[in-house]
């Protein structure tokens, strides 16, 4: 019926080679003099989303989650993961071989402290662990008697026998009509940036902010089309680009060397130490930037000059054609969603339908638009308890049929050239339970209370962040992960600074692009979430307002089910919210669909029938 091209399902984790891959890697150790080593995900540039080759953690312990470390020693291994993966990681590891531990509630420090025994040495890759996370866990070291010790070479290129090839995505340029300014004008920024700092060059290491910096885009990560690519931006004279010069074509070399001067990967560690020798201050975010980094400029005489990454905030304020393309996309993605809704609303009462089939007829329709370039992430499709693992990723193990009595939880995205989407439905498969739809409510209230938020310029997402939970926890319940992320234009579908969540310190400026996604999940029952991206924006008019006020534009157009929700629990002001934005839904994305689906739409975003 239908066909995925952009993921697969199959089961990327082995939990049953983890025993003998830990008994080599051990090996491995003890042959270097080593007590342990630290094992995260991540690779050389800090992404999210990792390319095959560094998949290290995945290959070592089975967990193929986003997030996590393991610390490997003589006789125990364990595996922090965050609250979205505390079903997950258990489902794919074997627990006889690893120990779990919440990456905040008991994280990897506290851990070592209390378990690494004194005299050890603890291994761990400058490439793979930030400036601010290796001082972190030297003190942990330290605090145990132990050391910290770093390993130059990597310990899985001797026991890794079919480690994939480093990608060689071809890179291609975001044009203007997407970008919205000139990569010329994007460098005189962050230079005028760079004369406020006490240093003579900055160093991006982030492949986000390297692929907005030089306006191009590649396909080295699965599902983000980042360049894997380093650069260096000096006060004066020409910015510097590292990059493998198999992923460039004559034209976009041409271009770039209009821009700076090309140079091959294996130059970037030698141009570093060169800085260091002239005793020169460079500039770099020791939150995100690699410690080898820092460590070649030290080593061999230079300073560093700490600070958050200028290009950060820029890029993650969208300018007007940027936040033109996210409309155009969410109306576009909108229409896909909605005639994926109304084809599940067809076929999930008969009961044959899979998590696999709904996530291969969710891409189907996003690839109809004719613009679709990949999916923004591996779609999260969830039947019942499935629904209850925040970052469910069915396999075809795992794969189950989506039966009446359940609800269904969806969370996909698209990448497009103009805009990137990530929008999450939960969908009732016959009727609800009472407590199914009392608890949707709730999560509904908290969503709505986000999208009608009004707040001063300057506002943080952690001042916005309880908004969302507050009619969940009136209930004694809570959901484990951010209510918010940002989101990248044609990039990343999880972009910093900024984001809505009980650690979001970055303040939240207009033109930024988030996520209003709060949840609940019931562990081994079911899962709910309602997700729109939204814009902020200048808030209307206030009269005697004394600051400048912001809100939120809510920009994904999609139903929302209506049979979910308990009318009873809503105010007057949360009912007038959801038909408005029904009525705004349904009169964007009607022009767009077929009759069959337009009637579907029409009767999905009904009025609310009052309690």
Known sequence: MFE?????????????????????????????????????????????YVPPCAEQLAWLTGFTGSAGVAIVLAERAVIFVDGRYMMQVR???????????????????QWIEENLPGGAKLGYSPWLHTVDGAERLGKACAAAEASLVAVDDDPFDAIWKERPQPPLGAVVAHDLRYAGEDARAKLARVRADLQKFNADTLVVGDPQAVSWLFNIR?????????????????KAGPPALYIDARKLGNDIRHRLEELAE??????????????????????????????????????????????GDPIAPMKAVKNPVEIAGARA???????????????????????????????????SFRRDTGLLKDVSFPTIAGAGADGAIVHYRVTRRSNRRIVPGEIFLIDSGGQYEDGTTDITRTIAVGTPSAEMRRNFTLVLKGHIAIARAVFPDGTTGAQLDTLSR?????????????????????????????????????????GMILSNEPGYYRAGGYGTRIENLILVTEAAPVADAEKPLNAFETLTLAPIDARLIDPALLNAGESGWLDAYHARARDALAPLLDAPTREWLIAATAPLAPA
């Open 329 to 363: 996309a969410q109306l576009r993605d909108g229409a896909a969603v909605t005639r994926f809704l109304a084809w599940f609303d067809r076929e999930a009462p008969h009961g044959k339908l899979t998590e696999i089939d709904a996530v291969e007829a969710m891409e």
């Open 4 to 48: 995925a091209h952009f993921q697969t399902f199959d089961d990327r984790g082995e939990r049953a080679a983890s025993a003998p891959r830990l008994a080599a890697l051990r090996a491995e150790l003890k042959r270097r003099g080593l007590d342990g080593l630290i094992v995260p995900r991540a690779d050389r540039f800090q992404n999210e």
């Open 91 to 109: 489902e794919e590891i074997d627990a006889a071989a690893v120990t779990v531990e919440h990456l905040i509630e008991r994280p990897p420090t």
């Open 262 to 307: 090309v140079r091959a990967t294996a130059d970037f560690e030698r141009d570093l130490a060169a800085l260091g020798k002239a005793q020169r201050a460079v500039r770099l975010d020791p939150a995100s930037c690699p410690e080898a980094i820092a460590r070649l400029v030290t080593d061999n005489g230079g300073t560093i000059s700490r600070g």
């Open 218 to 234: 590649g396909s080295d990560v699965p599902h983000t089309p980042v360049v894997l690519a380093f650069a260096m931006v000096p």
């Open 470 to 510: 507050q009619f969940l926890w009136q209930a004694g319940l809570d959901f484990d992960h951010g209510t918010g992320h940002g989101v990248g234009s044609y990039l990343s579908v999880h972009e910093g600074p900024a984001r809505i969540s009980k650690l979001g310190g970055a303040p939240l400026k207009r």
